[in-house]
C-alpha cells in the first residue's frame, strides 16, 4: 500500500514521477502528488487517481530536475487534497513523502504545537517533517543529520524521501519496516517502493535495510549511513525486470493476463527444479537445508491473505507426503500471542511481496525464539528474502492485479515440490507414487492451458449468477482450501459476500442460507471422497440451490445434478488445487467486471499491506 516515486538528475522530473506513479497504482491508493524544486518548491496533489492529479498540474509549470511523488492509502486523515502527499514543514523548505504510520506522533505533535508549529492536515506525515525542521533549524545542520536525530524519536514504520529546497542537488531517502529501493542511472537516480518505477531507466539497484538513510547527490554520490551514524557499504545488484512485465498487452485487465499467464508461470517456477523423465526433483533452499527439514519435528507456515491458502495446502502436502506436523497460522495473530515456536521447528513465510508487515513481524518473533525461518516470495531482494535463514523465489514474474493468481499457483508449485523432496528423502512416498507425483506435477501448466479454453463456458456461468447477493463454496480436504480461495476472490473484486467452508461442515450452519437465490460452488475433484461431495450437492440440491460444480473429467454422476459443470483434467489428487483454482479465478474475474467493479484496483484493497 502507498507507493514512493523520486528523481533527480538531468532529465524533467515530473514525467518520471507521473510514470513511476502510474506503475504503482496496483499498490492500491485513494490520493496522489508530486513535489517539485526548480528555485522554488512546487506542490501537486488530488484525492482520486493519478490521472486527476495530471489533469490538475496540466495548467501549472512543472518544471525541474528534482522532484519526488506519492501515492497515499488513507490511515491517519481521510483520503482528500489536503491529507495527501507530499507534506511541507512550516518555514516551506522540507517536503517529505511517507509509506508506514508513525504510531508516537500524537505526543510528537503535542510536543511541536507547544513550540508554535502550525499543521494543515491530520496526518502523522506532516508532523514528521515538521520534526525534521524543527531539529534542522535548532542545531543549523544539514538534511541527512537532521532526518537521522528525527528517526531516532520516532516510533513506527517509514520509507521516506526529503527534499530540501536549500539544498536542490541531493535527496534523502530512509526505511524502516517498508520497503525503499535505489536505481542507480546514468547520472541520476530513480528512489521507489518496488523496481517497477526503475526499469526504464536502470536495472542497477541498491535495497536499503532497516535503520538505514541514503543520501543521492547530482554528481552521483550515494552515502548510506545506519540511524546510528555508522557508515554502510551498499551492494548493487541487477534486476530482472522486463517492461512488458508490467504492462497489459493485449488483455483488458492485469488480472486476465495473469491468470492467463500461469500455465508459464506455474512452468517457470519448476524450471531447472523439477525433471520428470530423469527423476529429480532440487529445490536450492532445501537442498541447501535438507537437514533441517528431514530432521524437523515441527513446520509452522506464517502468512496472511492468499499466501495463507497455499499454506493450507501446504498442510495437506507436508502431512500427508512428508509425514511432518504442519501449523498453519495466520501471521497477524501469531505475532500478538506468546507461541510455543522450538529451535528444532522451522517457520515458513509466505508473501507475494516478500513485505508483508504481518509476517515480517512473525519472522522476528520465530528468529527470537530460535527456530529456522524459511521465506517463499516471489519478490527479489524483498524484506522477507532477506532476513531468512534460507527460502526460495517463486518466479512467477511481477503481479500487477491486486487479487492474487499466478502468485497462488505457483506458491502451491513450490510447495509441492518441496513436499514431494522431502516425502522421499524421508521415505514416507515410495519411488513409484515419487515419480508419478513429478510426472504429474510438470503435466500441469499443459492442463492449465487446456482449462483455459473453457473461459467462454465460465463467461457464460458468471453471466447466470451475477446479481446473486451471497455465494457459497465447499470442498474437501485438498480441495477446502481452494473453497476459501474462491471465495476470497469473488468477495475481492466482485463484492458479492462469499464463504469458504469444508463440505461436511455445511450441516452445521451454512445449509440455513442455502435457497434458490444462493449459488453453491462445489469443488468435487476429490477421488477420495467423491460420493460424499455428492451427497452434498444432492442436499443443496434438494433446497433448490444452484450449484456449479468443478469436477473431473468424464464425470457423469454429478454432471447429471449439478446445473452447471467444469471439468478439469485427471491428476493426481495432492495436485488438483493447481488446476481447480482456474475456473474459480475466471468465474471471479467475469462476475466482477459484468457487475462494473475494478477489478484491477478493488475498493479499499492494496496489494502488499506494509503497514497494519
Known amino acids: 500500500m502507498c507507493g514512493i516515486v523520486a528523481y533527480i538528475g538531468e532529465k524533467q522530473a515530473y514525467p518520471i514521477l507521473i510514470k513511476g506513479l502510474q506503475r504503482l497504482e ?14 522554488s518548491v512546487k506542490v501537486f496533489k488530488k484525492k482520486g487517481k493519478v490521472s486527476e492529479l495530471v489533469y490538475h498540474a496540466s495548467q501549472q509549470d512543472t518544471t525541474g530536475t528534482i522532484g519526488i511523488g506519492h501515492t497515499r492509502w488513507a490511515t491517519h486523515g481521510k483520503p482528500d487534497d489536503i491529507n495527501a502527499h507530499p507534506h511541507t514543514s512550516g518555514n516551506g523548505r522540507l517536503t517529505l513523502i511517507h509509506n508506514g504510520i508513525i504510531e508516537n506522533y500524537n505526543a510528537i505533535k503535542e510536543s511541536l504545537l507547544n513550540r508554535g508549529h502550525e499543521f494543515r492536515s491530520q496526518t502523522d506525515t506532516e508532523v514528521l517533517v515538521h520534526l525534521i525542521e524543527e531539529i534542522q533549524s535548532q542545531n543549523n545542520i544539514p538534511l ?36 525503499l529501493v535505489i536505481g542507480i542511472g546514468k547520472g541520476e537516480f530513480v528512489i521507489a517502493s518496488d523496481a517497477s518505477p526503475l526499469v526504464d531507466y536502470t536495472k542497477q539497484v541498491v535495497y536499503l535495510n532497516d535503520n538505514e538513510i541514503a543520501v543521492v547527490h547530482r554528481n552521483g554520490e550515494l552515502q548510506i549511513k545506519t540511524t546510528n551514524n555508522e557508515l554502510q557499504d551498499h551492494k548493487v545488484q541487477e534486476i530482472n525486470l522486463q517492461i512488458e512485465q508490467l504492462e497489459k498487452g493485449d488483455y483488458e485487465h492485469f488480472m486476465l493476463k495473469e491468470i492467463y499467464e500461469q500455465s508459464k508461470t506455474i512452468g517457470d517456477c519448476m524450471r531447472g527444479r523439477l525433471n520428470a523423465s530423469e527423476g529429480w526433483v532440487r529445490v536450492g533452499g532445501i537442498e541447501d537445508s535438507i537437514e533441517h527439514f528431514t530432521n524437523a519435528k515441527r513446520i509452522i507456515i506464517a502468512a496472511c491473505g492468499t499466501s495463507w491458502h497455499a499454506g493450507l495446502i501446504a498442510e495437506y502436502l507436508f502431512e500427508e507426503l512428508a509425514r511432518i506436523p504442519v501449523e498453519v497460522e495466520y501471521a497477524s495473530e501469531l505475532r500478538y500471542r506468546n507461541p510455543i515456536i522450538k529451535e528444532n521447528d522451522i517457520v515458513i513465510a509466505l508473501s507475494q511481496s516478500g513485505e508483508t508487515a504481518d509476517t515480517l513481524a512473525a519472522l522476528e518473533l520465530a528468529k527470537d ?48 515440490m518441496m513436499a514431494i523432496t522431502l516425502g522421499y528423502r524421508r521415505g514416507t512416498i515410495p519411488k513409484s507414487y515419487y515419480h508419478q507425483l513429478l510426472e504429474g506435477l510438470e503435466s500441469i501448466p499443459a492442463k492449465v492451458e487446456k482449462l483455459l479454453k473453457l473461459n467462454d463456458k465460465i463467461k457464460y456461468i458468471a453471466s447466470e449468477i451475477k446479481d446473486s447477493s451471497n455465494a457459497l463454496y465447499l470442498g474437501r480436504g485438498y480441495n477446502f482450501p481452494i473453497a476459501l480461495e474462491g471465495a476470497l476472490k469473488l468477495k475481492e473484486i466482485s463484492y458479492i459476500h462469499a464463504e469458504g467452508y469444508p463440505a461436511a461442515e455445511m450441516k452445521h450452519g451454512p445449509i440455513a442460507l442455502i435457497d434458490e437465490d444462493m449459488p453453491v460452488v462445489v469443488i468435487a475433484t476429490n477421488k477420495s471422497s467423491y460420493e460424499k461431495i455428492y451427497s452434498n450437492i444432492q442436499e443443496v440440491k434438494a433446497r433448490k440451490g444452484v450449484v456449479i460444480a468443478i469436477v473431473p473429467e468424464g464425470s457423469t454422476e454429478i454432471s447429471k445434478i449439478a446445473d452447471y459443470t467444469i471439468e478439469i483434467p485427471d491428476t493426481e489428487e495432492p495436485l488438483t488445487p493447481l488446476l481447480s483454482v482456474i475456473p474459480l479465478q475466471l468465474l471471479s474475474y467475469h462476475i466482477a467486471l459484468m457487475r462494473g467493479c475494478n477489478v484491477d484496483q478493488p475498493r479499499n484493497l492494496a496489494k502488499s499491506v506494509t503497514v497494519e
Open 26 to 39: 496496483y499498490r492500491g491508493y485513494d490520493s496522489a502528488g508530486v513535489a517539485l524544486l526548480n528555485g
Open 369 to 416: 525464539k530460535g527456530a529456522m525461518i524459511y521465506g517463499i516470495v516471489n519478490v527479489v531482494g524483498s524484506s522477507i528474502a532477506r532476513v531468512t535463514d534460507a527460502g526460495s523465489y517463486i518466479h512467477a514474474g511481477p503481479e500487477i492485479g491486486v487479487a492474487s493468481t499466478k502468485a497462488f499457483t505457483s506458491q502451491v508449485t513450490l510447495l509441492a
Open 144 to 179: 541527512e543529520e537532521a532526518v537521522r536525530l528525527a528517526l531516532n524519536q520516532v516510533i513506527g514504520a517509514y520509507a521516506i524521501v526529503v527534499m530540501d529546497a536549500n539544498d536542490p542537488d541531493k535527496l534523502v531517502a530512509a526505511r524502516k519496516s517498508s520497503p
